[in-house]
């Protein structure tokens, strides 16, 4: 089956760390552009960063840059998403997706909670 | 950054009739490589990730009912649901990916009236 899993998400304090994981099957991961998306608890979608099929070309919205890194190992099918000096601000389900052109595979998303 | 304006932010539709949901860019969206507006259509129901329905402003994806159709070019798109179901209540977001940062537009909820 096609698919994307991602996992690591939880309740983390003002400041803290946590580091997002996206597992990919059923697909050649390592042919394919991947992207983070969050969705604040009642909001809309918010494009965060991408990383290229090989992983040599990086992006990232203005709001993370600098304490958000994005990588990906194609060996273990699997993309990440180091988030660093987080705030309340961050509070959000986090997405992992695929693209070609438009996004046409989405994960089910974790919770990321970032309080006190 | 280009900015997608959606509208209206919802709207209640009768099952059978045809919801209309509008996203404007803040620049031309218009790949010239390919001539295809680089334009998305996506579907959210509540506690799932988005579903792709529409491509290029007007292609729609695989298995996607044809109640659901993209028309549009320029900076102006409207993504149109014909004969409304029940299960099309959901959260509506047009996306660009013609220029990092990607960006989506706020979301259209459509109920049934």
């Known amino acids: 089956e096609v698919q994307l899993v991602e996992s690591g998400g939880g309740l983390v304090q003002p400041g803290g760390s946590l580091r997002l994981s996206c597992a990919a099957s059923?697909?050649?991961?390592?042919?394919?552009?991947m992207h983070w998306v969050r969705q604040p608890p009642g909001k809309g979608l918010m494009w965060i960063s991408r990383?290229?099929?090989?992983?040599?070309?990086?992006a990232y919205a203005d709001s993370v840059k600098g304490r958000f890194t994005i990588s990906r190992d194609n060996a273990k099918n699997t993309l990440y998403l180091q988030m660093d000096s987080l705030t309340p601000e961050d509070t959000a389900v986090y997405y992992c997706?695929?693209?070609?052109?438009?996004?046409?595979?989405w994960g089910q998303g974790t919770l990321v909670t970032v309080s006190s | 950054d280009i900015v997608m304006t959606q509208s209206p932010d919802s709207l209640a539709v009768s099952l059978g009739e045809r919801a209309t949901i509008s996203c404007k860019s803040s620049?031309?969206?218009?790949?010239?490589?390919?001539?295809?507006?680089?334009l998305a259509w996506y579907q959210q129901k509540p506690g799932q990730p988005p579903k792709l329905l529409i491509y290029?402003?007007?292609s729609r994806e695989s298995g996607v009912p044809d109640r659901f159709s993209g028309s549009g070019s320029g900076t102006d798109f409207t993504l149109t649901i014909s004969n409304l179901q029940a299960e099309d209540v959901a959260v509506y977001y047009c996306?660009?990916?013609?220029?990092?940062?990607?960006?989506f537009g706020g979301g259209t909820k459509v109920e049934i009236k």
């Open positions: 990383m290229s099929s090989d992983g040599g070309s990086t």
């Open positions: 997706g695929r693209t070609q052109g438009p996004f046409n595979l």
């Open positions: 059923g697909f050649t991961f390592s042919n394919h552009w």
């Open positions: 290029w402003a007007s």
């Open positions: 996306q660009q990916y013609c220029n990092i940062p990607l960006t």
């Open positions: 620049q031309s969206v218009l790949y010239s490589s390919s001539n295809k507006h680089n």
